[in-house]
């Protein structure tokens, strides 16, 4: 169902600190020989993003769909549950007003008129023919000019970012200037919604982001960026299958050009 968008005003997690960037050391901070550590490998995954809300009708079989994409190595799948559809008879419990504007952004960076639920993002662009989408083969995505590792520290996530250098031979497709942002992500959650359009129903939730926070741009000059994402305090504590993500884009464009997962 198609909904008007409305202005948001509130902050996710304003209490968290940002994230920080700072260049990498001389020696990465970042070893995958720890013991709670990922490193990117071959071609960056496809990320899918589900904009959805408990309160509409049409979003469930979108929800099914999303949580058939589990447990796939060329897949990053997100659920950003949005807050508009709150006010109309079922509180999202999932819903915050900075996922809601993280869709406003995307709808501005399209020149689309609306927001809409259920909406399904591939790679950055607007998939409304999300239910016949198949991930490309691993061997027909480019090379990706960004690489990453992961590994979980005293301080929560720590995050190596290595770029190609904008116009290198070797690497094509590096941006001049990069963003990322870091999400938490759990499976499994269900909710018994009693009002709204899906009265009555239980609702079942995968990949559902429980904490989502911008990194700002940096100029790409090849160096290594160190980012550190304290997650402790980012999502209520609980037994759900959880991991923290980090998404590297191309600020201009928003095209995600790397993204991993750590699931530990």
Known sequence: MRMPSFVRTALLLAAMPLAAITP??????????????????????????????????????ADRWLSQLKGRNDVIALAFHVSYWDRLGWPDRFASPALTQRQEALRDRHGARYVYTPQVVVDGRDTPGWQGWRAPASSTRAASPVSLQLAR??????????????????????????????????????????????????????????????????????????????????????????????VVSDEQTGLPLQALALAC
């Open 24 to 61: 990498a050391l001389a020696q990465p901070v970042v070893q995958t020989s720890a013991p709670c550590s990922a490193k990117s490998a071959g071609p960056a995954p496809a990320v899918v993003e589900l904009y959805t809300s408990e309160g509409c009708s049409s979003c469930p079989p």
């Open 153 to 246: 520290t005293p301080a929560g996530v720590e995050a190596v970012v290595q770029a190609a250098s904008p116009g290198a031979a070797a690497t094509p497709g590096a941006p001049v200037r990069l963003a990322a942002y870091w999400v938490v992500l759990e499976d499994g959650h269900s909710s018994a919604v009693k009002a709204g359009e899906n009265a009555g129903e239980t609702l079942k939730h995968d990949h559902v982001v429980r904490a989502y926070r911008p990194v700002p741009g940096w100029r790409n000059d090849g160096t290594a960026q160190r980012l550190v994402f304290d997650d402790r305090t980012a999502s209520p504590a609980g037994t759900f299958a959880r991991r923290v993500l980090l």
